[in-house]
Each structure stands twice: as C-alpha cells, then as structure tokens.
C-alpha cells in the first residue's frame, strides 16, 4: 500500500471549519483514499472514504485533489468532541486483503 | 446490533507467560483484523481471518497467533510474553476482504511486566 503524509497535529476553535491535509503523491489508480478517527480511549472509527470525486457524509466531506496526488478532510464546524487522531489511508480496491495500513496521524485540538 | 466487543478490557502480564484476547465481531460480519498499538504510535495490522483462515498476516513473530470461530468471533493468543507485547490490541470486524468499511472495539490493554 502507498504511504500518506500528514501533518503531526493541528489546532481548531470549535465551531469553525478545519481542514486536515494528507498528501499521497505514490497513489495507485486502484487507491481508495480512507478516513479513520480514534478519539481518546477508543478504537478508530470510519469517517469517508473515496476514489476520484469529492464526497460528503453526516460526519465530514472529503475533497480530492484533480492528480489524486493529495486530499482535505474537512470537518464543517469544529465540536470538542472532534478531538481526535485523524488517519489518512491508503486502501487498494484489489487487494486480497482488508488490513489498513496507519501512520501516526494528526492530532486535532478543538478549543472552546 | 451490537457493535465489536473485545475482552478483557485491560490486564497484566509478566514477561514469558501467554495470554488470549477475544473478540466479538458484528453481527452479520464474516472477517476479523487484529491490530496492535504502541503508545503514541497508530495502530499496527497482526493478522487477519476470514471464514475461519488466516487471509493475511503483518510483520510479527509466530508466538503471535489465533482463531475464528464458526460464529466468526475470534482469539489472538500471545506466547512467551515480552516486555514490548505492552500496548492497546484493536479488533476489527468487516463484511468480506478488500476496500470495506472495518469497524473496531475498543481494544484490551495489555501490560507486561
């Protein structure tokens, strides 16, 4: 699976829109490009996923550059429960096996 | 529907003893991800089963081993304990392999002393 690279942290006021960068400039034409969060004392937790266009959901959009090269997470308005771990990953649509490969992720801060 | 369970939720060990970790998929999920996380590190893939066979294992030792069930709940057995087995292991559960949603517990904390 291709690497992704993500800041270490960030820091957001809540209510506001933040927007978490990943770049994944190695990403294979049969990439999905997948979202996960862990809040603290918690297992991850799925957020998005996508391929080539832009997607929203209840929790988050994710925009995706036209080269595939990188990708925003963005979380419209910021709320202390947001505090968490973001993970930008990498799955191959192919792949014979299911594994997620994580790197360390950012950091979100939400302060009030 | 009940959501990943995993048991026990924390416990300490001392270097060279074995311990099992168990877990509950969700109901209607087939495969099961075992994962392991370090402090301050994310997490690190050990092994998957799908349909009660290994499909897939991660850069760890043989010591590090497991199961599914036919009710694709499953086990990660850990021998010969070392002082880095300490960490959070995550299970994971998801319909089938591939590019799917996985759904995790909240992990059991291991200590070993």
């Known amino acids: 699976d291709a690497k992704t690279t993500q800041p270490n942290s960030m820091e957001s006021n809540e209510e506001e829109p933040v927007h978490l960068p990943c770049n994944h400039s190695?990403?294979?034409?049969?990439?999905?490009i997948h979202w996960y969060r862990q809040l603290p004392s918690q297992g991850p937790e799925y957020v998005i996923h996508g391929l080539t266009s832009n997607v929203n959901n209840r929790m988050a959009s994710l925009a995706i550059a036209e080269d595939r090269k990188s990708s925003t997470l963005i979380l419209h308005r910021a709320t202390l429960r947001d505090a968490a771990v973001y993970y930008c990953?990498?799955?191959?649509?192919?792949?014979?096996?299911?594994?997620?490969?994580f790197g360390k992720g950012t950091k979100l801060s939400v302060k009030p | 529907e009940t959501g990943v369970t995993q048991s026990p939720t924390h416990l300490i060990k001392t270097r060279g003893q074995q311990v099992t970790l168990r877990c509950s998929s969700q109901?209607?999920?087939?495969?099961v991800s075992w994962y392991q996380q370090a402090l301050g590190q994310g997490p690190q893939f050990i092994f998957q089963y799908y349909r009660e066979e290994e499909n897939g294992r991660g850069n760890f030792p043989p010591r590090f081993s497991g199961l599914q069930f036919p009710n694709y709940s499953s086990e990660l057995n850990v021998n010969a304990l070392e002082l880095d087995d300490s960490a959070l292991y995550l299970c994971?559960?998801?319909f089938g392999v591939g590019a799917g949603e996985l759904f995790f517990g909240e992990g059991s904390r291991l200590t070993v002393l």
């Open positions: 109901s209607g999920h087939n495969t």
């Open positions: 190695t990403i294979s034409g049969t990439d999905y």
């Open positions: 994971a559960s998801s």
């Open positions: 990953i990498l799955r191959d649509s192919g792949g014979s096996q299911g594994n997620l490969i």
